[in-house]
């Protein structure tokens, strides 16, 4: 555990669209505001030819330059190339995503004018740099320690990848917790620590790409998650491509012309769809209108929220069935929840309020927690309680979180063994005994999946191992213990113990599901101090060249409130105008060429200009 000796924790909500930081600071938890003054950071990373940008300032290139400004990395992190959900989004997408080694989804970019492939972990470990940098220059102190949040339903690969992020990015992840539960501990420090009766909670979580739905029990300050469903691939982006193909399909009737494969014009379509999509959670009907969208063409169409309805019915019907899944896992009825609280941006739409409500037969939805902040806000109540920072009830804070996903070893006829059900609460050590399958067998492969399908092929494969050095003897005979040990992190580690030679085996994390070798994130560590660097290096020397730019403008000025003589001013401003071209034509940007032309200057005009 971390102590307060080093320093402020922070907590980051690792979002699909937008990240979140906060702090415990000056006696509560402060959400952080960004260079920009925005709470909330795009998660988007885009590439040009002199650095590479980060959030707002990634966004605001993304029409301008959309193969190389990246969003969504976590719908790809610890995924596969393969991964049916993630062949929908790259379709989608207008940068480009191949296959690598193993299976891994790796973006393809142009960096400096150079082609780069990028990991998931890469680009979010981009976004998980900028958070703390936001988090650095509010404190004003350098920030090493964070609670990351994933979504509930995040495997075990996707955990590990996104702690491998965090890694990359300089952070010490004290721990990676469910956005659900975060969300829960946010809403239980407002409505919790003064109550002594126990309530039944449900956290509805609906965000940009996941879906979280977790029930848990709380009392005072002890949370217990009874039980979680959901989905890591739904939400606010599908209902913006449901309204983009919408468009795309009625302007290609209208117009006869094929967008679908121009990844600039569906990069603008898409962010006037979601733009539209925000206008409807508050207006009857809006229109999305984009000059020159193709070929020419501009765009102009009308969009209701009823239609917008219609296009997304059967995503937001699949959110309350999770809910029902969460309800009957719990083994609750849903007159036994108490507050049903909404988290996440998503969670505005009119109609998924309205289908909640009904589903809880009119009870009215709890909105007191903020939806874009309330899962920083609780990670960061976290990260206080783990570094013995915060008030007295936050560090009698109790968290119980449970495993999303069965986990289970491959048996004969590719059978799932369950050894750890799922919404076990962790964190849990449970124990199974195997046998060998044939006479004198000295060595068991062991394949560890995560999933509910009782045939291994249709779950996820974690990792395999060898349990070798094992007695001859007939098959059956061999007693091998097989351990699951999740951490608090719901990290899994898997041990084999043959009993009668006493040879252990222990899972080592290898590239079978795509998660990165030790070399690779060493060389991923070295390249993002590099880009520290080169980003340092690029601040110096703009930060050279806006001096002079300063300088030069503010020349201009004195003489103007000086009211120098005529041809002194206009021989001045002759040379201002000169000094301008001159510093519109530096396409190299170097330091000591600025400093130099700033001090030819100086010694040129504050002579004339002190004069007066
Ligand atoms: P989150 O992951 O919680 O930051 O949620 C981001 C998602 O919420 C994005 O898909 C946004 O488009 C969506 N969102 C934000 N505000 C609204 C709104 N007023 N109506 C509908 N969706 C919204």
């Not at 580690?493 to 040879?503: E, H, I, Q, R, Y």
């Amino acid at each position: 555990m971390a102590g307060t000796s080093e320093g402020p924790a922070i907590g980051i909500d690792l979002g699909t669209t937008y990240s979140c930081v906060a702090v415990w600071h000056r006696d509560r938890i402060q959400i952080i505001p960004n260079d920009q003054g925005h709470r909330i950071t795009p998660s988007c990373v885009a590439f040009n030819e002199t650095e590479h940008l980060v959030g707002d300032a990634a966004v605001n290139v993304l029409a301008m330059n959309p193969a190389n400004t990246i969003f969504g990395a976590k719908r790809l992190i610890g995924r596969r190339f393969s991964d049916p959900l993630v062949q929908t989004d790259v379709k989608h997408w207008p940068f480009k995503v191949i296959c690598g080694a193993h299976d891994k989804p790796i973006i393809v970019v142009t960096s400096k004018g150079q082609k780069k492939n990028c990991t998931a972990e890469q680009v979010s470990s981009m976004v998980l740099t900028k958070m703390k940098k936001i988090a650095e220059d509010f404190l004003g102190v350098p920030v090493k320690n964070a609670v990351i949040t994933v979504p509930a339903y995040f495997n075990d690969s996707q955990k590990r990848a996104t702690r491998i992020a965090g890694c990359i990015s300089g952070l010490n992840v004290l721990r990676i917790i469910v956005e659900p539960t975060a969300a829960a501990v946010a809403y239980g420090l407002d409505n919790m620590f003064s109550s002594s009766e126990e309530k039944n909670v449900l956290i509805f979580d609906l965000g940009g790409g996941t879906f979280d739905v977790s029930i848990l029990t709380m009392e005072k300050t002890t949370f217990k998650v009874k039980s979680i469903a959901g989905d890591t691939h739904l939400g606010g982006e599908d209902f913006d491509d449901r309204m983009v193909n919408h468009f795309v399909k009625e302007f290609e009737r209208k117009h006869g012309k094929v967008v679908s494969d121009n990844p600039r014009a569906l990069g603008r379509l898409r962010t006037a769809c979601e733009r539209a999509k925000r206008n409807l959670s508050f207006m009857s009907h809006t229109t999305v209108a984009i000059d020159c969208f193709y070929d020419g063409v501009d765009f102009e169409s009308k969009i209701t929220q009823a239609k917008f309805e219609e296009l997304n019915m059967d995503l937001f019907k699949e959110c309350i069935g999770h809910v029902e899944k969460c309800l009957n896992d719990a083994d609750m009825d849903k007159t036994s929840i108490h507050d049903v609280v909404l988290v996440g941006g998503s969670t505005r739409i009119p109609k998924v309020q309205e289908l909640l409500k009904d589903f809880f037969n009119g009870k009215e939805l709890c909105k007191s927690i903020h939806p874009d902040e309330a899962i920083a806000y609780g990670a960061a109540v976290q990260a206080a309680n783990l570094t013995g920072q915060g008030n007295p009830e936050i560090q009698d804070l109790v968290l119980w979180d449970v495993t999303p996903l069965s986990l289970g070893i491959s048996t004969l006829d590719d059978n799932m063994s369950v050894v750890v059900p799922r919404n076990t609460i962790i964190p849990t050590k449970k124990e199974r005994g195997f046998t060998t399958s044939s006479d004198d067998q000295t060595s068991v492969t062991f394949r560890v999946f995560e999933g509910e399908r009782p045939k291994t092929s249709d779950n996820i494969l974690l990792d395999k191992f060898v349990l070798s050095g094992i007695p001859p003897a007939p098959r059956g005979v061999a007693s091998i213990n097989v351990y699951f040990d999740i951490d608090v992190n719901g990290i899994l580690t898997v041990s084999a113990k043959d009993k009668a030679s006493g040879n252990e085996n222990q899972i080592t994390i290898s590239n079978v599901t795509g998660i990165l070798s030790k070399e690779e994130i060493d060389r991923m560590l070295e390249e993002a101090e590099r880009f520290k660097l080169e980003d340092e290096e690029l601040k110096t020397k703009m930060d050279a060249k806006n001096s002079l730019e300063r300088y030069i403008y503010g020349t201009r000025a004195t003489i103007l409130s000086k009211k120098l003589p005529d041809s002194k001013a206009r021989i001045l401003e002759d040379e201002i105008k000169s000094a301008i071209k001159w510093l519109d034509e530096q396409k190299v940007i170097e330091v000591d060429v600025f400093e130099k032309k700033r001090k030819d200057l100086e010694s040129i005009w504050n002579p004339i200009i002190s004069k007066f």
